[in-house]
């Protein structure tokens, strides 16, 4: 089985606060931001953005480069859905004009529903050889204002075109996955935003790792010395400093480990956590931003949803992988979001939809191909901003 990632690209919206300006605001010192938590800056999702748009986005810049009509599931993984009923992929399905010979399915467990979608999407390729699948992860991570998990904030999208014969990582098979269930995070559907015991969160987190971590040791009698690089599912990046320390007893090891991972974080370190995507957002930078070539190179990744669930499985960096990247776009999102300063993140966050069905239109804010312009009768609508 010759089964992975094809292509990879993600997307986030065109606004930003930068954690030192909030730290100032919460009267904190800023490097509890920076190094305890080892984030800069998070993404900010303006009104006319959500995860349908965020999606559509991200997978729009792959479309270019596959046939659309061999495309026969749409996976979209999130956990910040925006309908009990309809999945926010039907959305995406018309936004990008997709076949009408395309499966549709949302999926939700926190944020591991991603790498379910990416297997579930290997084993439909494994039954039908030439068909595509396109899997959107999709999350805004949101939690009350001045409390502990507010600056572990961010949205973004990350999209994967999963095939045979892929040109970025071939999946391996073997892979170790639990499941418990705990209550270290969790939204209820009368919230926006969640609620979390964040020190127990990371406690579990780390016990998932531990565990996963030893299943995969014995299938595949791989040590840690084994895996070239690690991508971690990271709700900050300072988890991952964390993660490694677990992984790697020698401090030494750990050490030359981190810097070799850095790249990886790049981008989750200013786009904030992604829920679904924060783990393909870590490949992603990894895959965009090593300046070492890393073609043959094992990648282990581990995936947490909590609740939870947890995986860990590995992948092997294909040859030419290089010229299928979409780096100067994904370097470009980035560099021209815009700074917002504090009152305006508490506009974007207070900023709410009518509930009673009438006409509203949403005001024009972000830059995306696809922005969320409006409601009608109970029902949103979208459009398409460029052609
Ligand atoms: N300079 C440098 N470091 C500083 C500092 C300073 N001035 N002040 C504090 N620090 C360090 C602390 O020593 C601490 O380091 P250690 O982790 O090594 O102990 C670190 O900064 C954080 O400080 P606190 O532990 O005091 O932070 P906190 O309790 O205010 O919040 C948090 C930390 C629990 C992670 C919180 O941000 C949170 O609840 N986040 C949301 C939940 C979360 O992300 N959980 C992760 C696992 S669950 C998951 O992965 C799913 C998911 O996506 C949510």
């Known amino acids: 089985m010759n089964i992975g990632i094809d292509l990879i690209s993600f997307y986030t919206p065109p606004f930003f606060l930068s954690l030192t300006d909030l730290a100032a605001q919460r009267k904190i010192s800023a490097e509890k931001y920076t190094i305890g938590i080892g984030q800069d800056e998070m993404s900010i999702l303006p009104p006319d953005e959500d995860v349908v748009t965020m999606g559509a986005n991200a997978a729009?810049?792959?479309?270019?480069?596959?046939?659309?009509?061999?495309?026969?599931?749409?996976?979209?993984?999130?956990?910040?859905?925006?309908?009990?009923?309809?999945?926010?992929?039907?959305?995406?399905?018309?936004?990008?004009?997709?076949?009408?010979?395309?499966?549709?399915?949302?999926?939700?467990?926190?944020?591991?529903?991603?790498?379910?979608?990416?297997?579930?999407?290997?084993?439909?390729?494994?039954?039908?050889?030439?068909?595509?699948?396109?899997?959107?992860?999709?999350?805004?991570?949101?939690y009350d204002l001045n409390s502990p998990g507010e600056p572990t904030q961010g949205c973004g999208a990350v999209a994967l075109i999963v095939s045979n014969n892929p040109r970025l990582l071939k999946v391996e098979s073997e892979s170790a996955y639990i499941s418990e269930d705990v209550m270290d995070f969790w939204r209820p559907n009368y919230r926006s935003s969640a609620i979390v015991d964040g020190q127990y969160s990371t406690k579990i987190y780390l016990k998932a790792l531990n565990e996963c971590w030893k299943k995969y040791g014995e299938l595949t009698k791989r040590l840690p010395e084994h895996v070239h690089h690690f991508c971690f599912h990271l709700p900050f990046t300072r988890m991952a400093e964390k993660a490694l320390k677990q992984l790697f007893r020698c401090k030494e090891e750990f050490q030359s480990r981190f810097i070799k991972s850095s790249p990886g974080f790049r981008y989750n370190r200013v786009v904030g956590n992604s829920y679904t995507a924060s783990l393909y957002l870590n490949l992603c930078s990894l895959l965009d931003c090593s300046a070492e070539n890393l073609e043959g190179h094992r990648v282990g990744l581990f995936s947490y949803g909590?609740?939870?669930?947890?995986?860990?499985?590995?992948?092997?960096?294909?040859?030419?992988?290089?010229?299928?990247?979409?780096?100067?776009?994904?370097?470009?999102?980035?560099?021209?979001?815009?700074?917002?300063?504090?009152?305006?993140?508490?506009?974007?966050?207070?900023?709410?939809?009518?509930?009673?069905?009438?006409?509203?239109?949403?005001?024009?804010?972000?830059?995306?191909?696809?922005?969320?312009?409006?409601?009608?009768?109970?029902?949103?609508?979208?459009?398409?901003?460029?052609?």
């Open 60 to 142: 729009q810049s792959l479309l270019d480069k596959v046939d659309k009509t061999q495309i026969k599931a749409l996976i979209f993984a999130t956990e910040s859905g925006v309908d009990q009923s309809k999945s926010a992929g039907m959305f995406v399905h018309r936004l990008l004009g997709l076949s009408k010979e395309c499966r549709v399915i949302e999926m939700k467990q926190a944020c591991y529903s991603g790498t379910f979608s990416l297997h579930s999407a290997m084993g439909l390729i494994s039954l039908q050889k030439n068909a595509k699948v396109l899997v959107i992860n999709s999350d805004v991570a949101r």
């Open 306 to 387: 909590s609740g939870f669930v947890a995986e860990f499985f590995s992948g092997v960096i294909q040859a030419g992988y290089g010229s299928h990247l979409l780096k100067d776009l994904h370097s470009r999102l980035i560099s021209q979001r815009k700074k917002i300063s504090y009152r305006e993140y508490l506009e974007f966050y207070h900023y709410a939809l009518p509930e009673q069905g009438e006409v509203f239109n949403v005001p024009h804010f972000t830059n995306g191909h696809f922005r969320f312009s409006g409601l009608d009768n109970h029902k949103r609508l979208y459009e398409k901003t460029v052609s």
